[in-house]
C-alpha cells in the first residue's frame, strides 16, 4: 500500500478500523496478516508513535514494524 498523508488520529483511527475490515473481508481463513509499517518522521514525539500503535492494536491488526530514515 502506498505511503498515507498525515492525517489527525481521529482520522487514522477510523481509517485503521476501515483498512482491517477490508483485510478481514479478503483473508484466507478469517486470519488477517497483514502488516503495518509505521513510519515517523524526525518530529515526531514518542508518546504520537506509540498511539497510533495502539489505534492499530485496536484496530485489529497484530504485526506492526517501525522504519525510520537514516540522515
Same mark, same amino acid.
Given at each position: 500500500?502506498?505511503?498515507?498523508?498525515?492525517?489527525?488520529?481521529?482520522?487514522?483511527?477510523?481509517?485503521? &478500523?476501515?483498512?482491517?475490515?477490508?483485510?478481514?473481508?479478503?483473508? +484466507?481463513?478469517?486470519?488477517?496478516?497483514?502488516?503495518?509499517? @509505521?513510519?515517523?518522521?524526525?518530529?515526531?514525539? @514518542?508518546?504520537?508513535?506509540?498511539?497510533?500503535?495502539?489505534?492499530?492494536?485496536?484496530?485489529?491488526?497484530?504485526?506492526?514494524?517501525? &522504519?525510520? +530514515?537514516?540522515?
Amino acid at each position: 500500500m502506498p505511503e498515507k498523508e498525515p492525517m489527525s488520529p481521529l482520522e487514522a483511527k477510523v481509517w485503521l &478500523r476501515d483498512m482491517y475490515d477490508d483485510a478481514l473481508k479478503a483473508a +484466507k481463513g478469517g486470519k488477517v496478516t497483514t502488516v503495518v509499517h @509505521l513510519c515517523p518522521d524526525g518530529d515526531v514525539e @514518542l508518546n504520537q508513535l506509540f498511539l497510533m500503535m495502539n489505534f492499530c492494536e485496536a484496530a485489529g491488526f497484530k504485526n506492526m514494524k517501525i &522504519r525510520v +530514515k537514516a540522515k
